[in-house]
């Protein structure tokens, strides 16, 4: 499961001024161990663009602890100022939709 998918562009001036899109949001494991990971996937060139997140969920190979856990998950790519929505996936199912992308400033 997951929960509290949020996405921004961070857009605010600095020594790198490159816009970046950050999104995040809780995942649910049914063990420990797991490897989770956030990856850029398909951006449809329309304006605003439309963003294609993947989640990478990876189980332990060994032993692990026999409790659920929830963990939070981040990642961040350099961007366009202006993302229209952006979808998270995982494998071919859709976990999130999020639209109305703020941009800071």
């Not at 999104?23 to 649910?28: A, N, P, Q």
């Not at 494991?29 to 990971?37: D, M």
């Amino acid at each position: 499961g997951s929960s509290d998918w949020s996405a921004h562009v961070d857009a605010m001036p600095g020594p790198n001024d490159n816009p970046q899109l950050i999104v995040s949001g809780k995942v649910t494991v049914p063990t420990g161990g797991y490897r989770l990971a956030l990856r850029m996937g398909q951006v449809a060139e329309s304006y605003p663009v439309q963003v294609t997140v993947y989640l990478d969920a990876v189980p332990p190979a060994g032993p692990a602890t026999q409790a659920i856990e929830t963990r939070e998950v981040r990642g961040s790519w350099r961007s366009e100022e202006r993302v229209g929505s952006v979808t998270v996936r995982c494998g071919r199912r859709v976990l999130a939709r999020v639209a109305n992308i703020e941009t800071a400033r």
